[in-house]
């Protein structure tokens, strides 16, 4: 049937009396492995050598501080309102008199997890982030558990170290580092 | 001997009664190595000779569609992720082409052609999958081993533009989440380099050995006519001699710029289908090529406020590029009500969205059109009078996804 004028009628040629023959195309398959012998080895050699992830990896979550070491999340559950899986819950709490070096903002979230078992690293809680508080590290990955209490990521795992920041990649706008 | 078991059951005849006892039963399937993932079928064997098939789905069934109908438009594409999620990229820009048809958001020709490049780059990803894996049924793993190699390139492209590797969530309603960065280009260049030698290569060790061309060469034979009635699409269809393909048919995000031919088949045999994906990967190449060499430069996403994310420094500064932010994440986008149909070519077929929109957050009513589904209906008229292990050549022939399938 023709639908349009563009198709392209593949051909089947029966085979050639060399074709037949088992042994040439033997000789022939051996030659092909052992030229794959000198070739380059596209094996990474894991442990000890590691790929090169892309800066826009998507990997594990972080909860960024200022660059005065206060926390920058507001409790204002927008991540957790665009997580498809429902991975995140969190509870919010109001800051007191003399906490103003530790939250930004007048509303904190006193609980934060991720469910890392729900989780499908698609990053939207990144995107609906409105005070860059949560990214998805470019540079890290889930790390494999033992028990289910390990997976639900609280925030005594999910906050950054005031002293080790995290790498919060790079931005949509193309090449522009993310506020960190 | 002439058999009918619905007949036997009918009315018996000692004979048939007898014969129909002797029958073998077997379960090729749920968790068969050589099934491809989790499908059950029940064969009714005469020694070696398949007599009849009972096909079961719904092993990893997980209501995608009824998950839709509780979610905002945009937290909709990581459920198409795990449709076919050997290309992942054609479901996510199905679907975003499926919503801003309802929503009427036109799309910058930058964003078109990136979808285009993914989409493309998403083709061969599966019909490498495809064509390796019969290799593998057939007895020949050396060839499986040397592309996939290439498949790791295209995963480590999409890892450039939307941040991993399998189950994508790439783009957004209305473009891209971000533009083709360098590094992106350089390594699509570089695929684009490397590819066609490794693709020939695989072709040298398959397309004239005996082996396989004994193994697939009129085996699983589908008529035009037969594939039409169940509704077959996409290679499957192309193997049987019609040139359907909703890319040149019904073209969509900016297809009718790029100049390709539809490979055809002759009787729709495993073989032809071999040979219809292979072509398909050149005109993917060239397709991919044509795009990347034509970019245009008019921006990534479309111009709609309304449905597009504001770009973050615009959230952090300014009022009124934070409300917009929170109405598009909480969903709350005033959809308009209506219909729509959009189907894209698929990696094995026509993917269709069709999309029940009564003007909230979440749809109405959202239905897949898997392409998987449909082969899997034909595949026991297919197998029948056929040997067991041509069984399992044509149902990794089809590219029947499991999680496509079961949806």
Request: glycine content about 8%; some cysteine; hydrophobic content about 40%.
């Amino acid at each position: 049937m023709q639908l349009s004028n563009r198709s392209k009628k593949m051909v089947v040629k029966p085979m050639t009396l060399k074709e037949r023959m088992y042994l040439p195309a033997i000789a022939a398959g051996l030659g092909i492995t052992i030229k794959h012998f000198f070739r380059k080895k596209p094996t990474i050699r894991y442990p000890e050598v590691k790929r090169e992830f892309s800066p826009v990896f998507r990997g594990l979550h972080v909860l960024k501080r200022d660059d005065l070491g206060r926390e920058r999340c507001t409790a204002c559950g927008l991540c957790a309102v665009a997580c498809p899986a429902e991975a995140i819950t969190m509870i919010s709490a109001e800051r007191k008199k003399g906490e103003e070096g530790l939250y930004r903002e007048e509303k904190y979230a006193e609980v934060y997890e991720i469910n890392m078992l729900r989780c499908i690293f698609c990053g939207l809680c990144e995107h609906a982030c409105p005070k860059a508080a949560i990214y998805l590290q470019p540079d890290v990955m889930a790390p494999a558990f033992y028990s289910r209490e390990e997976v639900i990521y609280g925030k005594d795992r999910l906050v950054e170290n005031a002293d080790k920041r995290a790498n919060a990649g790079l931005d949509r706008v193309n090449g522009v580092r993310k506020l960190s | 001997m002439d058999y009918n078991l619905a007949t036997a059951a009918a009315a018996p005849d000692k004979e048939l009664v007898h014969y129909v006892n002797e029958l073998t039963t077997i379960n090729l399937g749920p968790t068969h190595p050589a099934t491809h993932g989790v499908f059950q079928n029940v064969l009714k064997m005469d020694g070696e000779k398949i007599v009849s098939a009972d096909t079961t789905v719904g092993y990893i069934h997980r209501a995608f569609e009824k998950l839709a109908e509780h979610r905002p438009l945009y937290q909709i594409t990581p459920i198409t992720d795990r449709l076919n999620y050997c290309s992942s990229p054609i479901n996510n820009m199905g679907w975003h082409m499926t919503v801003e048809k309802l929503l009427g958001v036109q799309v910058p020709k930058r964003a078109q052609y990136i979808r285009v490049i993914m989409m493309e780059l998403a083709r061969i990803s599966d019909h490498i999958i495809c064509n390796s894996i019969l290799g593998v049924d057939t007895g020949a793993f050396t060839g499986f081993l040397y592309v996939f190699q290439m498949r790791e390139k295209i995963y480590e492209i999409y890892e450039e533009i939307c941040g991993t590797r399998l189950t994508t969530n790439m783009g957004r309603l209305g473009g891209m989440e971000r533009d083709l960065n360098e590094r992106a280009i350089t390594k699509l260049r570089a695929f684009l380099k490397e590819f066609p030698v490794v693709l020939q290569e695989f072709i040298d060790l398959f397309e004239r050995n005996r082996i396989f061309m004994d193994r697939t060469l009129g085996v699983g034979a589908i008529s035009a006519e037969m594939a039409l009635n169940y509704g077959f699409t996409g290679p499957n269809l192309r193997a049987a001699g019609v040139d359907y393909d909703v890319r040149v048919n019904e073209p969509y995000s900016s297809y009718e710029d790029f100049k390709f031919e539809i490979p055809v088949g002759t009787i729709g045999c495993t073989y032809d289908r071999f040979l219809v994906r292979n072509e398909e990967m050149w005109q993917s190449v060239s397709i991919i090529q044509q795009a990347l060499d034509n970019l245009p430069n008019d921006g990534f996403a479309a111009d709609a406020e309304h449905y597009y994310l504001p770009p973050k420094q615009e959230v952090y500064r300014s009022m009124e590029a934070l409300i917009y932010h929170f109405k598009i994440v909480m969903g709350e986008i005033d959809a308009p009500v209506g219909e729509v149909y959009h189907s894209v070519e698929g990696g094995n077929g026509e993917l269709g969205f069709y999309l029940v929109s009564d003007g909230g957050r979440a749809p109405y009513r959202l239905h897949f059109r898997r392409p998987c589904f449909i082969y899997y209906q034909a595949y026991p008229e297919m197998i029948k009078d056929m040997v067991l292990s041509d069984a399992i050549v044509l149902l990794s022939s089809m590219n029947v996804i499991a999680g496509e399938l079961d949806g």
